[in-house]
């Protein structure tokens, strides 16, 4: 069965770093989105993309973050300056269509020292 | 605001028992409604999902879920637990007003399944 993957599983990086989360979607999939959660906190949306633009975002996602499909497979997130919250698993997501059903990646934890 | 409760962190229940996961939701319209379930080290796997027509709906594993719009809940069902049903499973709403794109979670119920 197809499946979202990401890359890494785990990453600690140093306050102020950038970072670059890595998802490879279902591959039959035009809608790619992320999510957070935060240690004992929900599941919250950041962003979604179609057609190699923003689709949706929330107030969460501000200029730190952005989104990108560099090439036909991987999806990107970069948070280009990381701040202590920024620590939590991020999960990506793709659905077929955008009123579909999103299946969602494994995740990869983020710590911020 | 839109929100979505679980109002149990915790559900134990004994295999081969019949369980419930609950779920309420705080959203206008016609949302769509979803069941997921996470295993440890694992992403958030998809189990079933009510969009319009019968109010059970089957998925996964012997999953059901009932949706009662007047109470406005989606509770996680099955007649008879296994040990390996045991993890996190999350309620989620996607409102469709206000945001088409975004799945509202909720805080997720560990559902323990005793020998």
């Known amino acids: 069965e197809p499946e979202v993957t990401q890359t890494p599983s785990h990453q600690v990086t140093q306050m102020g770093q950038e970072v670059i989360l890595r998802c490879v979607p279902i591959?039959?999939?035009?809608?790619f989105y992320w999510y957070r959660q935060i240690l004992g906190q929900k599941v919250e949306f950041l962003v979604s993309?179609?057609?190699?633009?923003?689709?949706?975002k929330s107030e969460i996602f501000d200029d730190q973050f952005s989104v990108e499909r560099p090439d036909g497979s991987n999806f990107t997130l970069k948070i280009r300056s990381t701040k202590l919250e920024d620590s939590a698993m991020y999960f990506c997501?793709?659905?077929?269509?955008?009123?579909?059903?999103?299946?969602f990646g494994p995740g990869t934890r983020l710590l911020v020292l | 605001a839109q929100s979505v409760a679980q109002p149990e962190d915790q559900v134990n229940v004994a295999e081969g028992n019949p369980l419930t996961v609950k779920c309420t939701y705080s959203?206008?319209?016609?949302?769509?409604l979803f069941w997921y379930v996470q295993y440890p080290n694992r992403g958030l796997q998809f189990l079933l999902k009510?969009?319009?027509?019968?109010?059970l709906v089957k998925g996964s594993y012997g999953f059901e879920a009932e949706f009662n719009k007047s109470q406005t809940s989606f509770h996680l069902k099955k007649p008879s637990a296994l040990v390996s049903d045991s993890a996190l499973y999350f309620c989620?709403?996607?409102?469709?007003?206000?945001?088409?794109?975004?799945?509202?979670f909720g805080p997720g119920t560990s559902l323990s399944v005793i020998p």
């Open positions: 993309f179609y057609n190699n633009e923003i689709s949706e």
């Open positions: 959203v206008s319209g016609n949302p769509y």
């Open positions: 997501a793709s659905s077929e269509m955008g009123f579909e059903t999103q299946y």
């Open positions: 989620a709403v996607r409102p469709l007003i206000d945001s088409y794109d975004k799945v509202i």
């Open positions: 591959s039959n999939h035009l809608y």
């Open positions: 009510y969009i319009t027509g019968d109010n």
